[in-house]
C-alpha cells in the first residue's frame, strides 16, 4: 500500500512569496502531524490534526504559518510571506489512532529553500 | 520541560564492529520513546519503541535499545555495522498528550569505514 507522500519534494521561494505543501496521509489514518526540520537539526513539531480538527498548532512559528485538513485525509501547510528562516524540511506523519502508542508513519519530506 | 538530549552528533564505526547510540531524555511521567533512522532523500523509518514492560527492546534491522529509567537513558545498540547502516539517527520520545506528538533529540550522524 502507498505510503504517505508529500509534494512539491522540492520548493525554491523568493522571499515575501506565499508557498503552500501538501501533504497525502496513508488512507483511514485519522492524525495527522506537521514537523519542521531545519538543517542539522532534529524534527520539531508544528501542528497536530485528528481527522479535520486541528487540535495543536502550539508549534507554529509565527501567524504567517498555517494548516488545515479540511475533509480529514489531505492536508495543506501555507506560508505566507516568507523568510529565510523558513528554510527546512518539512515533515508530514500519519498514524491510525490517537496518542502516542500509535506508530507516526512519515512522509519523504518538502525541502523548502527560500532565497 | 521534555526534551530529549543525543550527546554524540557524528559517530564513525568500521564496518562490522559494535555500535552504541546514546539517547538522553526529560520527561515527567512513564515515558514512550522511540528511535527512527533517516536516510538521505528519505522520510524517518521507526527502528524500534518503548512503551513498558521489558527494558531490552528489539527492532529490525538487527537494532536493540536498552531503557534505563534510573539513567534516564534509552541507548540503541547494534551488535555489528553494516555499511547500509549509515544514516542519521534521532531518539524521540511521545507526548503524554497533544496526539502523541514526537519530541526529537538533535539526532546523530553514522559513518560507517569500510
Known amino acids: 500500500g502507498a505510503g504517505v507522500s508529500q509534494s512539491p519534494r522540492y520548493k525554491v521561494a523568493k522571499r515575501g512569496q506565499d508557498v503552500a505543501l501538501r501533504c497525502d496521509p496513508i488512507?483511514?489514518?485519522?492524525?495527522l502531524f506537521w514537523y519542521q526540520q531545519a538543517l542539522g537539526q532534529g524534527p520539531e513539531f508544528l501542528t497536530y490534526f485528528q481527522n479535520e480538527a486541528q487540535l495543536d498548532k502550539s508549534g507554529l512559528p509565527s501567524d504567517r504559518f498555517f494548516a488545515e485538513r479540511p475533509e480529514g485525509s489531505v492536508s495543506t501547510l501555507k506560508i505566507q510571506r516568507t523568510q529565510q528562516e523558513d528554510s527546512a524540511v518539512y515533515l508530514c506523519?500519519?498514524?491510525?489512532?490517537?496518542?502516542?502508542?500509535?506508530?507516526?508513519?512519515f512522509g519523504p519530506g518538502t525541502r523548502l529553500t527560500v532565497l | 520541560a521534555q526534551s530529549v538530549t543525543q550527546p554524540d552528533i557524528h559517530i564513525t564505526v568500521s564496518e562490522g564492529a559494535s555500535l552504541e547510540l546514546r539517547c538522553n531524555y526529560s520527561?515527567?511521567?512513564?515515558?514512550?520513546l522511540f528511535w527512527y533512522v533517516q536516510s538521505p532523500g528519505q522520510g524517518l523509518q521507526l527502528l524500534l519503541k518503548?512503551?513498558?514492560?521489558?527494558?531490552l527492546v528489539q527492532g529490525i534491522k538487527g537494532f536493540e535499545a536498552e531503557f534505563k529509567r534510573s539513567q534516564s537513558s534509552f541507548n540503541l545498540r547494534k551488535p555489528s555495522v553494516h555499511w547500509s547502516d549509515a544514516a542519521e539517527y534521532f531518539c524521540a520520545v511521545g507526548a503524554y498528550n497533544q496526539g502523541g506528538k514526537l519530541i526529537f533529540g538533535q539526532g546523530t550522524e553514522l559513518s560507517v569505514k569500510p
Open positions: 506523519a500519519s498514524s491510525s489512532g490517537q496518542g502516542r502508542r500509535n506508530e507516526q508513519f
Open positions: 518503548y512503551f513498558s514492560g521489558d527494558t
Open positions: 488512507s483511514g489514518h485519522v492524525s
Open positions: 520527561y515527567g511521567a512513564t515515558p514512550y
